[in-house]
């Protein structure tokens, strides 16, 4: 089977109603969808497209968030010879309107009525559109436009569509070939430009085959789908490998219930990004904290054990008999408890995956303690997705781990990460010059700054393009000392600053959530997000975290001096894309007034910024924050 729409009747016809290929919680209830059902219903939709005049080549864009109906979508269009482009969900009109007019949608399929107002907001600017599908009816009563139509007519269109054609489905899944595009994926630079990766059934499939005989997944395991659509990753798990496998993907019912849903589920495997674990070591770190003093000793002295033991393995060394002893008694109190409470103890691997950055060694260290097989991979869209990962018994918590087998990766002279393999992508879609720039020689040029240690395993410096020197000469990689800022739970983001300079700084955007809780435990009241920035005691608590960060580091690239920022970073504010990855560039540019004060003697500096809210509209604030000296704890600098 060389297209997914050809694996997902293959498996239907395998495994009819007898497996289950999807569950969604709907209204606090597992819905299961079995294999023969998808494809149905995957068959209804691709015949009423066929029927609204789809054809091979047309585009059909997705905007919602994980849920059957988009998968259904993806695959009738890719069913026809179409293409999905599956796009955010709470993407700003403007934003909306340039990616459906850049991939030239002929049909969008909206799932609320959210997204359909956006479209009809900038309909005007899309000529090539022509139908506009929505799921949920809800609120639109009075919609009269007729360029919508329920998904639901649709199917039933698709129906009538087949009593005149009964074989027309089968034969257009015949038609479809490994080299017919799979899928056009937006990825957002660090200059927020969006650029639409093309994927043919052989570049997602190749991969697969890939990632298979690093990790093989069988039919019985169980995958969660919560990664938003719009990412590669996605599509690369919950639709490649869950046909080529024929595995079950659940879609938890919102990303505040993944938690929960974790632990109903209980996955076999889990893919998620680097602020997935961060905020999983949240929550237990928020409980210890809680804990009376006998359960917290009991962690703190079980933890250590692991941790030790952890280090042990990394270095080659087996464990002593009276430390397995230990750590099974320990698994019993503390590490499956734990792994309970989480959702993780069936998992048989995870992957912490690039999108956002690297995951924090002492982060990554901790999970593996608990006997979490958490491995690091590291990848792109470009290269559909994954490129290296760890091996069973071969994992080193600063990597990422050694290249899948049938891909190859060198490093360029001047220190850029290359990679060649049957993986790699088309071209970006309507860009020729930037296809062009992102290949050199056969090779993908990732644009990322990296280096093979002793034992292969490749090491991720940072951005090629942020890597640069200190006043004295020291090399200076952002990423390095950012991703140990975030190990702390009270910091949700962080940008180191230094090119040039005579040391650190850094722009911290705290973790509201977990410094509020932080500060009620406190005694200091409840707290408003901008409130929390100013209290000196939220001020030290930070201080102290850097503090701790600072241990770590070269004494070169330890932060000397922060300032706490008074409000999250969104997408819609330009400072990070939309897989969550901080646009350096755009940071820079917006905070370039604050960074200079950073390099003062001023205890305080006005900060200015602009925010826009998800209706489009720009607004101004002015606020007061305070420059923090990182001294000792009882000379802390702080103003105001």
């Known amino acids: ?189 660090m200059a927020g430009v969006a650029r639409g990766v093309m994927l043919t059934h052989r570049n997602l499939l190749a991969n697969v085959e890939n990632v298979l005989q690093v990790d093989a997944l069988r039919p019985n395991d169980e995958l969660m789908a919560f990664l938003p659509i719009a990412w590669l990753d996605d599509t690369f798990w919950s639709l490649a490998v869950a046909l080529k496998v024929g595995c079950t993907i659940n879609i938890p019912e919102e990303p505040d219930t993944l938690p929960r849903d974790l632990r109903e589920i209980g996955p076999t495997s889990l893919v998620a990004p680097p602020r997935v674990w961060e905020n999983l070591l949240a929550i237990i770190r928020v409980r210890v904290e809680d804990a009376d003093i006998v359960k917290k000793s009991l962690y703190n002295y079980f933890l250590g054990l692991a941790q030790r033991m952890e280090e042990q393995r990394s270095a080659g060394r087996s464990p002593s008999l009276l430390q397995s002893l230990l750590y099974k008694i320990g698994d019993f109190l503390v590490y499956a408890p734990i792994k309970d409470h989480l959702g993780i103890r069936r998992l048989r691997f995870a992957y912490s995956g690039y999108a956002g950055g690297l995951l924090a060694p002492e982060i990554f260290s901790y999970f593996r303690a608990l006997g979490v097989n958490l491995k690091q991979s590291y990848g792109l869209p470009e290269a559909a997705t994954i490129v290296t990962v760890h091996r069973d018994g071969d994992v080193r918590s600063d990597t990422v781990g050694k290249p899948l087998p049938g891909v190859e990766v060198t490093i360029s002279p001047e220190g850029e990460v290359l990679v060649r393999s049957e993986g790699v992508f088309q071209g970006y879609y309507r860009d020729p010059e930037a296809t062009a720039a992102a290949r050199s020689d056969g090779w993908l040029r990732t644009g990322d700054a990296g280096e093979f240690t002793e034992a292969g395993h490749l090491f991720i410096l940072d951005r090629l393009a942020h890597v640069a020197k200190l006043a004295d000469g020291s090399t200076f990689a952002p990423l390095w000392v950012e991703s140990r800022l975030k190990y702390s739970p009270y910091i949700r983001e962080a940008v180191a600053v230094g090119a040039g300079r005579p040391h650190v700084a850094a722009l911290i955007v705290i973790d509201s959530e977990n410094v509020a809780r932080w500060a009620e435990r406190q005694g200091l009241g409840h707290l408003a997000p901008e409130e929390l920035v100013r209290h000196e005691a939220v001020q030290r608590l930070v201080h102290e975290e850097v503090r701790r960060v600072n241990q770590g580091l070269a004494a070169s690239t330890r932060v000397q001096r922060f300032v706490i920022l008074p409000r999250d970073w969104r997408p819609g504010d330009e400072e990070v894309t939309r897989s969550g990855q901080v646009r350096r560039d755009v940071v820079l540019k917006k905070y370039a007034s604050l960074i200079e004060a950073l390099y003062t003697d001023a205890a305080s500096a006005e900060l200015v910024t602009s925010v826009t809210y998800e209706d489009g509209r720009k607004a101004e604030l002015r606020t007061q924050v305070s420059l923090i000296t990182v001294q000792a704890p009882e000379e802390i600098g702080v103003a105001g």
Request: glycine fraction near 6%; charged fraction near 25%; hydrophobic fraction near 40%.
């Open 1 to 189: 089977m060389d297209t997914l729409p050809k694996l997902l009747l293959a498996n239907a016809q395998k495994w009819g109603h007898r497996r289950p290929a999807i569950r969604e919680k709907e209204y606090g209830i597992w819905q299961t969808q079995s294999w023969a059902a998808y494809a149905e219903n995957v068959r209804d939709l691709a015949l009423g497209l066929a029927a609204l005049g789809f054809q091979r080549g047309d585009k059909l864009a997705i905007m919602g968030v994980n849920r059957p109906e988009m998968y259904w979508a993806m695959l009738a269009a890719q069913s026809l010879g179409g293409v999905p482009v599956p796009l955010f969900h709470d993407a700003l009109p403007a934003e909306v309107q340039h990616l459906l007019d850049h991939c030239e949608a002929k049909i969008v399929l909206a799932e609320t009525q959210e997204q359909v107002d956006k479209v009809l907001a900038v309909r005007e600017g899309l000529p090539k559109l022509e139908r506009l599908i929505y799921d949920d009816p809800r609120g639109m009563r009075k919609y009269t436009d007729p360029i919508l139509i329920a998904l639901a007519k649709v199917q039933e269109m698709g129906r009538q569509f087949r009593e005149q054609q009964p074989h027309y489905f089968e034969r257009q899944v015949e038609a479809t070939r490994p080299d017919d595009v799979a899928i056009i994926s937006y990825r957002y630079d």
